[in-house]
């Protein structure tokens, strides 16, 4: 899954027509390198972040979503987690939703009950305003699993098709770096609830608080973080730099190929 973040549009028909553009080229981009799936998002929601209003973000995301599903032929995921945004977009030609909030936001379940679309459920501790000031658990994996299985109940109880549920454990929102790492070391424990697990590491604090590294030195980090989550079962990994990915996934995949030859 390449990450596609939608920047605010300027006034100007000109700008507006170059923010479009540019998104294309990214999404082209991606395609080409090997991407599945390509996660429009107009919300940011990294640590600190404000939010943005509806119209806005509607703004941002539809015409993106849009030219894309008219130019290329690759999946489009919608990052919202407002239920007017998830509409417009899957009408727009989204074919998934990625919530952060896992579908807590009122009226976001039924929306995507409706939408019959598949559904990331990401889990977060607190809201990204604030979430990193000091988080805590007892048990990090026991309780981002318990987390993630009520939010799949309560899904399944509104009507939900369980076939259509990923599951995240949401690196970086609400964890410190120690979280984070028990939370990757133990990803089997969200594999094994039978539900694909998404991962998303990609260029995240976490790697300046091991490398101290600035955001765009943080690729070759990125690519073993998400070379570990696939080794450990995770379905789909969202990321910026696809080629690099996709690289370290691919040699990856030929060196486990060769060892179970060696073993027939
Ligand atoms: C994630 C996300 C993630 C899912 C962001 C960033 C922050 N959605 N949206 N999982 N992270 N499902 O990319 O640094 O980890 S925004």
């Not at 429009?40 to 990294?46: D, F, I, N, W």
């Not at 599903?69 to 489009?76: A, G, H, K, T, W």
């Not at 939010?151 to 454990?169: L, N, T, W």
């Not at 028990?182 to 990609?202: C, E, I, M, Q």
Request: proline share 3%; with cysteine; glycine share 8%.
């Amino acid at each position: 899954m390449g990450i596609l973040n939608v920047t605010p549009d300027s006034f100007s028909d000109g700008g507006r027509f170059e923010h479009l553009d540019a998104a294309l080229q990214g999404a082209r981009k991606m395609l080409a390198e090997g991407a599945d799936v390509i996660d429009v998002g107009g919300e940011s929601t990294r640590p600190g972040a404000q939010s943005v209003a509806v119209a806005g973000e509607l703004d941002r995301v539809i015409p993106v979503i849009e030219a894309i599903n008219s130019e290329l032929s690759v999946s489009i995921s919608i990052d919202t987690s407002k239920p007017e945004v998830m509409e417009a977009a899957v009408d727009a030609g989204a074919s998934m939703i990625n919530d952060v909030m896992a579908l807590r936001a009122e009226g976001a379940m039924e929306t995507a009950r409706d939408l019959q679309v598949p559904v990331c459920l990401m889990h977060m501790q607190g809201l990204p305003r604030t979430m990193q000031k000091d988080p805590r658990y007892k048990d990090v994996v026991s309780e981002v699993r318990e987390f993630l299985l009520q939010r799949i109940d309560a899904c399944v109880s509104a009507g939900m098709d369980e076939g259509k549920i990923i599951i995240d454990p949401g690196f970086g929102f609400g964890k410190t770096l120690g979280h984070n790492l028990t939370l990757l070391a133990n990803l089997g424990v969200l594999v094994r609830t039978g539900f694909p697990v998404l991962a998303g590491l990609s260029r995240k604090s976490m790697i300046a608080s091991m490398l101290d590294r600035a955001v765009d030195s943080r690729v070759a980090a990125s690519a073993a973080l998400a070379l570990i989550a696939v080794q450990k079962g995770a379905a789909m990994v969202r990321v910026h730099d696809v080629a690099e990915t996709a690289d370290a996934l691919n040699v990856a995949a030929r060196v486990a190929a060769a060892v179970e030859d060696a073993s027939e």
